[in-house]
């Protein structure tokens, strides 16, 4: 299948285009931020003295970081298995660019302003199709696996027939594969264009690996919340990294909410429940939301600024046409 090719548009046009891009994005993320309820902070701040809270959160917005950027360690796995070498600052550049353009309302610019910077940085509309395809199916397949953590407390004895569940990604495992040929059937299907390479069986599972660790490095940020609210830490543990990657697959799976808002909460709210009263597992859930955005926003915004000021200052010691090698051979 022929790879589509975005026009060509004059550089007038593109700085307008891009200016007005990024002014999108931040106007979307700054509505966003209006829009969460800090009142939640508020609601902590009344359970322990400041100075302890101000413990809790930062440790909180910490372990959401470091698992997004987890996250983002697979995705980059799965980019360079699929075709040539891109530099790092452009991988970081592409996946940053699509990953704060969601906040912008409905789908298709954010889409097509992923599009135009992949192809300026030397990755083709089918290797992206391709990338978002395979990741997409890894973020799942392992979100709904590590999700089963919640089930041990949230069953008790009745737990034992969840083993069952984990057998799709041990398979995955086993025969990495099945993942291309999946993801390959999926882009028929859907009429999009695919990369020419496939991802090696090493590159399936360690993406699977990194986005496995990211799920429960992005699930340790509800523990503190809970042990904020008076949640006992021993046994919220294993709950809170569970119970958060569980409702965060299933609101990604509602591919028809956008960013799973509502959804992702209902979720969290029944399972902290266990640990929690329900009013104090809502202020959890609504708090986990907060920090999640913070967290995304303060990392995207981090990560694209020194993306950007390493390739300027790549372009000017050296002028970079971003045309990489030829792609290695995988097994």
């Given amino acids: ?42 609601v902590l701040l009344t359970q322990r003295d400041a100075g302890q809270i101000s413990l809790l959160l930062g440790g909180s917005l910490l372990a959401s970081m470091a698992g997004l950027s987890l996250g983002f360690l697979g995705w980059r796995v799965v980019l360079l298995e699929v075709g040539p070498p891109v530099s790092e600052p452009r991988v970081v550049r592409i996946f940053f660019v699509g990953f704060l353009s969601k906040y912008v309302p409905g789908r298709v610019p954010g889409m097509i302003a992923t599009a135009k910077v992949a192809t300026a940085n030397g990755v083709t509309f089918g290797r992206l199709m391709t990338t978002a395809a395979l990741v997409m199916s890894l973020v799942l397949l392992s979100g709904f696996t590590v999700g089963l953590l919640a089930g041990v407390q949230l069953l008790g004895a ?28 999926l882009l028929r299907l859907l009429r999009r264009p695919s990369a020419a390479t ?70 969290l709210t029944a399972a902290l429940t266990v640990v929690l009263p329900a009013p104090a597992a809502a202020v959890v859930a609504l708090a986990s939301r907060l920090i999640s955005t913070v967290s995304e926003v303060l990392l995207g915004a981090a990560a694209l600024a020194t993306a950007e000021y390493l390739i300027r200052r790549r372009r000017a010691d050296s002028p970079e046409i971003p045309q990489p090698a030829a792609s290695p051979r995988h097994p």
């Fill in 158 to 185: 009745r737990a034992a027939w969840l083993g069952g569940a984990a057998v799709l990604i041990v398979l995955v495992l086993v025969r990495p594969q099945i993942v291309n040929q999946g993801s390959a059937l």
């Fill in 198 to 267: 496939a991802a090696s069986v090493r590159g399936v599972r360690l993406a699977i690996v990194w986005q496995s660790l990211s799920w429960v490095v992005t699930g340790l940020h509800l523990w503190p919340l809970a042990i904020a609210m008076g949640a006992s830490p021993p046994r919220s543990l294993m709950l809170c990294v569970g119970a958060f990657t569980l409702a965060t697959s299933i609101g990604i799976a509602s591919v028809f909410i956008p960013d799973g808002i509502g959804v992702r909460e209902a979720v």
């Fill in 1 to 42: 299948m022929r790879s589509i090719r975005l026009p060509r548009l004059p550089r007038p046009v593109k700085l307008a285009l891009v200016a007005a891009f990024a002014l999108a994005v931040v106007t979307a993320i700054a509505w966003t931020m209006s829009r969460l309820d800090w009142s939640v902070v508020g």
